[in-house]
């Protein structure tokens, strides 16, 4: 097992760790959770060996392996699966050995411990894990070289699962994968044979790959049995107890403290008195743990436009040749919160780029609202900040005609302080260069925002202040995202990009994670026979209630934009409008209000036919 006992470490004078410990039973998969700048990547360093610890101690069996991704797969011209291979040392030894050795002995020694370790399968072993993290059979025999840093940091995760460390210690392993990659890492570690410890934000990570978390809060180490929503109820609860014994204590402190001020000046009282005095020094103060500090996100409102906001018919996208996706017919309204799903390489990026205008469509037709005005996040402009300057000078370069006051609130509407604001890019934190990077893609107030992997680097407070501000945006949003918890929190609608098409995903998200689970050959279902009938399965419940959501939607975008026709009737009505000095505004005005009445046709007729649909599903259940 490992021990961790009463261990004490800090930095620069910061105390990370005072008196913490815990014990980590053989075989167990344990999440470990704390704010950001707690010490978690720190306590790996220290179990690694890495630091030397203060005070304290920490034992893992004797010759128990320590494995963990510290940085990506250098590029070279090792194939992926060699490099893969070559992870495991001792294999890796124990092959060349057995090409060289002469004594009988050694030579039968090598080959048992061969057999022990089931180095005949080890090929088998890492494709099986190449190919659950995204990388196709056709792609296991190209070099290294030819794949960039993120993919060769897969490889590296690759490589480390594949050497199977009797302590398996992962920091933010989902933070370079996508949404299939992120699932197959969460079965693979659940059936993993050793001891694994995880520093995650993942919720559905920390839910399914592990059965205890271990909580680093106050310098201390927690360690609670249960995935990380069990935790979370149970932390809550403590939390509540402890507020209410703090409550309690303190109104006994209280009425100690006037009794001693009432009576400590008379002679008779003075006995009494003193007693109290020292019932007050022997009682050992209750402390309630710290709140988290409020993660924030303030997206700018836009303002309204007539629907859709942007359609595509036919269009096509790809990079100069075969395109990626054809046939796309495609509509997004202002409320709409649609996710992208799909198998790694199916072109989930390739259309968040096509429908941020960073891609044009090889064909067909894109129609964009004369306004629209588009937000684009994705992970590599995290690395494209300048990290030599602050975030109050990216703000200054985007908006140089705004007040530096104005900028600093824009930056703490984003939880960048005044001393993040300040500080240069380079010495941010992830979570802290995300934030930033969010705030410049939604500095222009967009009607439509989309988000590829926003998530990484962002602590569980700050993606649930990511859901908290999406829910409330009245703009557009599109996600590509690993994390489950967020797409089943703000999503409305799923696309499924497969096989050169964007078609609705007409189920839900557990499905789609069965979906991505299965073998490859079962992902399509058995094709019926041109004359075989089958019967129309009848609506489940679930489809049902979809469809009424999806009628109440209808119907609140049509009375949004009746609002918006009355307010641009009543400022037409106005005779002052009519003066010949007015003429350039009444035509606008003419033209915005052609708009609105067709954008309100439109609505209406996508109301009846979700009416129609919904009451078509109820007749047939």
């Not at 058995?526 to 009628?551: F, G, M, W």
């Amino acid at each position: 097992m490992l021990r961790i006992d009463d261990i004490s470490y800090a930095i620069d004078g910061r105390p990370l760790f005072e008196g913490a410990s815990a014990t980590i039973p053989t075989g167990h998969k344990v999440g470990i959770v704390g704010k950001n700048g707690a010490g978690k990547t720190t306590l790996f360093r220290l179990i690694r060996g890495e630091l030397t610890l203060d005070g304290g101690s920490i034992t893992i069996p004797e010759r128990a392996r320590i494995g963990g991704v510290a940085q990506e797969v250098p590029s070279s011209d090792t194939s992926l699966l060699d490099t893969v291979l070559a992870a495991d040392t001792e294999r890796a030894a124990l092959m060349a050995e057995a090409e060289t050795a002469t004594d009988p002995a050694r030579i039968a020694e090598v080959q048992t411990r061969l057999a022990d370790i089931d180095a005949w399968s080890a090929e088998g072993r890492a494709a099986a894990i190449l190919t659950g993290l995204g990388f196709p059979a056709a792609q296991h025999a190209m070099p290294c070289s030819a794949f960039s840093g993120g993919w060769r940091m897969r490889v590296a995760l690759a490589g480390v699962l594949f050497a199977q460390p009797d302590y398996l210690l992962l920091d933010e392993p989902t933070n370079y994968l996508d949404l299939e990659g992120a699932l197959w890492l969460e079965t693979y570690l659940a059936r993993y044979p050793h001891t694994v410890l995880i520093i995650s934000h993942d919720r559905g990570l920390l839910n399914r790959a592990v059965g205890a978390i271990l909580h680093l809060e106050n310098r201390k180490l927690t360690l609670w049995t249960g995935p990380y929503d069990q935790f979370a109820r149970q932390r809550a609860e403590q939390r509540l107890v402890q507020q209410q014994a703090a409550r309690k204590q303190e109104a006994r402190r209280a009425h100690l403290q006037g009794f001693v001020d009432r009576f400590k000046a008379k002679a008779s009282k003075a006995k009494q008195a003193q007693s109290r005095v020292k019932m007050l020094e022997k009682m050992t103060p209750i402390t309630v743990p710290e709140e988290a500090a409020k993660q924030v996100f303030s997206f700018p409102e836009p303002d309204q436009l007539s629907p859709p906001i942007l359609a595509l018919d036919g269009a096509a996208v790809g990079y100069g040749g075969p395109p990626v996706l054809s046939r796309l017919g495609l509509r997004i309204d202002q409320d709409d919160r649609i996710a992208l799903l799909g198998r790694n390489g199916e072109g989930k990026s390739t259309l968040s780029k096509l429908l941020a205008g960073k891609l044009a469509s090889e064909e067909g037709k894109i129609t964009r609202s004369s306004k629209l005005r588009i937000g684009y996040f994705a992970q590599h402009q995290v690395d494209e900040l300048r990290i030599e300057e602050t975030p109050l000078q990216h703000l200054l370069r985007a908006r140089p005609g705004e007040a530096p006051p104005k900028l600093r609130a824009r930056l703490a509407g984003f939880g960048l302080f005044a001393e993040q604001a300040e500080t240069e890019v380079g010495r941010l934190s992830g979570g802290q260069k995300a934030r930033l990077s969010l705030l410049l893609a939604t500095l222009d107030a967009p009607h439509l925002l989309i988000l590829d992997e926003p998530t990484n680097h962002l602590d569980i407070e700050s993606r649930e202040a990511l859901v908290e501000a999406l829910t409330a945006y009245s703009g557009a949003v599109i996600l590509v995202s690993h994390d489950m918890h967020l797409l089943g929190l703000v999503a409305d609608r799923l696309w499924l990009v497969q096989d050169g098409r964007v078609t609705p995903f007409e189920d839900d998200l557990e499905a789609y994670r069965r979906f991505l689970l299965q073998p490859k050959d079962e992902d399509q279902p058995a094709k019926p026979r041109k004359d075989e009938k089958i019967a129309a399965p009848r609506p489940s419940r679930d489809t049902i209630l979809a469809l009424r959501a999806e009628v109440r939607k209808c119907e609140e975008r049509v009375a949004k934009i009746e609002e918006m026709r009355e307010k641009l009737a009543a400022r037409l009505a106005d005779p002052g409008l009519y003066d010949s000095a007015q003429a350039g505004m009444l035509e606008a005005l003419n033209r915005k209000y052609a708009e609105i009445m067709e954008g309100l046709a439109r609505a209406e007729a996508l109301w009846l036919a979700a009416q129609e649909k919904l009451d078509a599903a109820e007749q047939a259940a």
